[in-house]
Every structure is written in structure tokens, then in C-alpha cells.
């Protein structure tokens, strides 16, 4: 990565000064560094929303990046802190599942406990690890610290259940991660399985009742109030209304989507 080194960070801190406070270690630690903000209003506690907001950093960012991810119900308890090395890329927070699309991105990362107080900022905070552990761990990362010297490797960081999609007889079958801020259902089946799959066959999606013939290429290719599936930013599979929002369409609660089974036939 050339240039300064990069600093993302992901939390559920919404507004008030918790962000910034953790940008004031870093820059304490080295003033150069670039900071770029991913999302501060991920629902409070939600870790697998966090992991999916990372999971859309790891094709975006340069090689080198580090990763400063808080979503931490845990704080102050026995979870650890933890730097994950991948990808070309270091993520720092808590052990909780966080980094799973992570681990699974690269099947040789490797993780360190945090267990270096030097490196981190005094007193220890039992409910701001944010600050204390974390954003100096990422500053010094940026200095070119190695994750064998910030802490101890580990072979098992914590993963949540995330599903894989799979063939039953003639039907594809995926899985709903989450919902974006305009109702979308993001899955888990990738450009490349839908299309292999459908062997440029027509397609009938199914999930959450809601039957769409067919895949667009826009949400302006359906009608207003339409539900159409399409491939999105991520090259995923996504289930939408045109200027609407299937969550609502579909009469469920976000916490109601991970997990929800999407079935794809060909016609």
C-alpha cells in the first residue's frame, strides 16, 4: 500500500464521541495515518451484522489496510481481544464471531490474543476496550509491529453459524444473511453458483413468499412496487422491491432474516 497507512473502522457507537475517542489514541500513536469511517450504526450488539459490513470491506480496501471492528457485548468479561492476520490484511476487536466471513475468506489466516499490555492504553477501561485495547493495537500495527509481537497465536477463534449454499435434487439452496437501510434481502449465493446452476436456464427464486420469475440487471427494470432478484455490488444474489422493500413485502423483523432458506429453480 503506498502512501500512509490505512485505518478502517466499524462499530455499533452510532453518534456521541465513542468514535472519536478512538480516533484520538490512534492519532496520538501515529498523527499520519488515514482513517476511514465504515459504518458506526450497525444495530447495537449485532455481531453478525458487523461481520457483514466487514465482509464487504475485504475486495475493497489495499493490501496492508487494517481493520479496527468494535461490536463487543462482551466487554470486560472473558472474550478476547484479538488481531487476525488475512488476506493480506490485519482486523483487530473482540473474539466473538466478528471476523467470521473473515476466516472463511482465508482458510490460512491466523489469530493472536491480545495479551501485550505495553501496547495498550493505561488504565484498561472493563467497558471501553475500544479505546484502550483495540485502537492502540491498530496504531501500532500501522507502525509495522508484527501480530507476534502485539500477542499469542491461538487456532481457534470463535465463528458464528454461517451457511453454505447447496444443491438438493434440481434446486439451489441459499441462505438470507441480513437486510440493508432499504429493505433488501442480501444471500449467500454468489454470481458464479446461480449461474452455473441455472446453465443459462430461466430462473423462479423463492424465499420469505415472495416468487420472482426471472433475474434483472437494475431495480429500474422491474415496475414500481415489483419484487425482482438481481446480482448487487457484492455479486450476490439479492431479493428486492423496486422502490419499496421486501422486508416489508415479506411481513418479517430483521432479526427474523439470518438463515431464511432461498430457493432457486429453473423453469
Given at each position: ?10 462499530s ?16 496520538g ?17 449485532d ?12 475486495g475493497?480496501?489495499?493490501?496492508g ?9 462482551g466487554?470486560?468479561?472473558?472474550r478476547?481481544?484479538?488481531?487476525v ?20 475468506a482465508d482458510?490460512?489466516a ?6 501485550k ?12 476496550h ?6 492502540p493495537v ?6 509495522g ?35 440493508d437501510?432499504?429493505g433488501n ?15 443459462g ?25 415489483a419484487?425482482?432478484a438481481?446480482?448487487n455490488?457484492?455479486d ?24 431464511l ?7
Open positions: 500500500m503506498s502512501g500512509p497507512p490505512l485505518i478502517t473502522l466499524t455499533d457507537f452510532g453518534a456521541g464521541p465513542f468514535v472519536g475517542l478512538m480516533k484520538g489514541v490512534i492519532l500513536i501515529y498523527p499520519q495515518v488515514r482513517l476511514v469511517d465504515l459504518c458506526h450504526d450497525i444495530p447495537p450488539q455481531v453478525r451484522a458487523g461481520a457483514l459490513v466487514l465482509e464487504q470491506a475485504l475493497v480496501f489495499p493490501s489496510s487494517v481493520h479496527l471492528a468494535v461490536v463487543d457485548p466487554v470486560g468479561t472473558e478476547r481481544p484479538l488481531v492476520e488475512a488476506l493480506d490484511m490485519l482486523f483487530v476487536g473482540p473474539d466473538n464471531g466478528l471476523f467470521t466471513p473473515v476466516l472463511l482458510p490460512s491466523r489469530a493472536y490474543v491480545l495479551d499490555p505495553r501496547y495498550h492504553r493505561q488504565p484498561v477501561s472493563a467497558t471501553f475500544g479505546r484502550d485495547i483495540f485502537a491498530a496504531a501500532h500495527l500501522t507502525w509491529i508484527s501480530p507476534e509481537e502485539l500477542g499469542s497465536y491461538i487456532g481457534d477463534p470463535i465463528r458464528l453459524d454461517w451457511p453454505r449454499p447447496y444443491r438438493r435434487e434440481e434446486i439451489l439452496l441459499g441462505h438470507v444473511l441480513g437486510v437501510r432499504f434481502l442480501q444471500t449467500n449465493l454468489s454470481r458464479w453458483e446461480v449461474e452455473a446452476f441455472l446453465a436456464r430461466p430462473a423462479e427464486i423463492q424465499s420469505a413468499g415472495l416468487v420472482i420469475e426471472g433475474l434483472s440487471q437494475s431495480y429500474g427494470q422491474a415496475e414500481p412496487g419484487a425482482l438481481l446480482f455490488s457484492l450476490r444474489l439479492e431479493l428486492a422491491v423496486n422502490r419499496g422493500s421486501a422486508l416489508v413485502r415479506a411481513g418479517l423483523a430483521s432479526a427474523d432474516l439470518f438463515g432458506e432461498v430457493r432457486v429453480r429453473t423453469r
